[in-house]
């Protein structure tokens, strides 16, 4: 598995991870956040992953290109029979623009490997009721 850049590292940590959902949840790496156990119960569900298919390898693309890949993950998770909810993951130091994904509820850890992966990703967030959100490296 090849390393990340420190400064990556640290950017993803400095990222907000916003579900929209009800409530909107405001997702941290290595935070804890009861309304996101909320949300997971409400769905019955004990895991989820933030993943996106977005700037792969952490390298901006065009906002059509974006779109493309967005929308083709989304038909994905659709075809997996996976159910998913709207992401944005904010840089608090406004580096970034936004960028959208999806909140993957009933995840299954080897699978968001799989799809993050296939979409070029370097990283995706996981979630599992009761612990704290960590981030998942893919390379």
Not at 21 to 42: F, H, M, S, Y
Not at 58 to 65: D, E, F, N, T
């Amino acid at each position: 598995m090849t390393a990340l850049p420190t400064g990556l590292i640290a950017a993803y940590h400095g990222t907000l991870y916003r579900v929209h959902a009800t409530p909107e949840l405001n997702k941290r790496i290595g935070v804890r956040c009861r309304d996101t156990e909320r949300v997971l119960r409400r769905y019955r569900v004990r895991t989820a992953a933030v993943l996106t298919a977005e700037n792969p390898g952490s390298r901006p693309q065009p906002s059509l290109v974006n779109r493309i890949r967005r929308r083709l993950l989304e038909a994905e998770l659709k075809a997996l029979g996976l159910r998913s909810l709207p992401t944005s993951a904010i840089d608090l130091a406004g580096i970034w623009p936004a960028e959208r994904g999806r909140f993957v509820l009933g995840a299954r850890l080897a699978d968001m490997h799989r799809l993050a992966r296939r979409h070029g990703q370097n990283a995706f967030l996981w979630i599992e009721h009761g612990r704290p959100t960590r981030i998942t490296l893919c390379r």
